[in-house]
């Protein structure tokens, strides 16, 4: 059974960075897409940043250049580098498994998802 389980959520201020930090088990890491979705309240859930099992990544528009989606194949571990945070960004952050192919567009292709975890950020 697939599982991902999110951390490193929390309350900061505006301009400064978080890493969220995403665990995963049940699968052979290395041949999954993986990404971070988050929704506000209000709003439906959207595709932060993808990366596949090649590498190749998505960031949305709203968080290029401040965002980055490292993974680490060794330690079945995905994360989420988020600089230079905005008051938008505020969300709870899920993280989502696909094997094979998979896109950021696409979130109801994904197959697992965490709990999510809530980023709070105050001007």
């Known amino acids: 059974q697939v599982q991902v389980v999110e951390s490193g959520g929390e309350s900061v201020q505006a301009g400064e960075s978080l890493t969220l930090s995403c665990s995963a088990s049940?699968?052979?890491?290395?041949?999954?897409?993986m990404g971070w979705f988050r929704q506000a309240p209000g709003n439906g859930r959207e595709g932060v940043s993808c990366?596949?099992?090649?590498?190749?990544?998505y960031y949305a528009d709203s968080v290029k250049g401040r965002f980055t989606i490292p993974r680490d194949n060794a330690k079945n571990t995905l994360y989420l580098l988020m600089n230079r945070l905005r008051p938008e960004d505020t969300a709870i952050y899920y993280c989502?498994?696909?094997?094979?192919?998979?896109?950021?567009?696409?979130?109801?292709?994904?197959?697992?998802w965490g709990q999510g975890t809530q980023v709070t950020v105050s001007s």
């Open positions: 989502a498994a696909k094997l094979g192919w998979a896109s950021c567009q696409f979130p109801h292709t994904f197959e697992a």
């Open positions: 990366i596949r099992s090649i590498g190749t990544t």
């Open positions: 049940g699968l052979s890491f290395n041949r999954y897409a």
